[in-house]
Nanobody, 127 residues
Framework: QVQLVNSGGGSVQTGGSLRLSCAAS????????MGWFRQAPGKEREGVAVIESAGRTRYADSVKGRFTISQDNAKNTLYLQMNSLKPEDTAMYYC?????????????????????WGQGTQVTVSS
């Protein structure tokens, strides 16, 4: 059974930074596709960033230039570095893993592409 464990959330002020982690077990980063999503109260879960095993990435327009997705294959861990945080970034953040890398960047910001999900970690940005 694949398991994804989120960590690294917290509360920061506008302009601050946080780094989220997602430790994966029983999931190989070879030929993989993983993403970060977020869900604010009363809103749908939205894709933030996606990375394929070759290292190519794609971002939602709302976070482009501020967030960076990366992965450490040796540690089987996915990261999301978030800089210049804004109050509108406040949400529960989830990592996700797909069972296929095919069309990863094309479909990877769609939550229906993913099979496995982390438990989520809260990010709160105050003004």
């Amino acid at each position: 059974q694949v398991q994804l464990v989120n960590s690294g959330g917290g509360s920061v002020q506008t302009g601050g930074s946080l780094r989220l982690s997602c430790a994966a077990s029983r999931y190989t980063f070879i030929d993989s596709c993983m993403g970060w999503f977020r869900q604010a109260p009363g809103k749908e879960r939205e894709g933030v960033a996606v990375i394929e095993s070759a290292g190519r990435t794609r971002y939602a327009d709302s976070v482009k230039g501020r967030f960076t997705i990366s992965q450490d294959n040796a540690k089987n861990t996915l990261y999301l570095q978030m800089n210049s945080l804004k109050p509108e970034d406040t949400a529960m953040y989830y990592c996700a893993a797909a069972v296929t890398a095919s069309s990863c960047l094309f479909l990877g910001l769609n939550r229906n592409f993913y099979t496995y999900w982390g438990q989520g970690t809260q990010v709160t940005v105050s003004s």
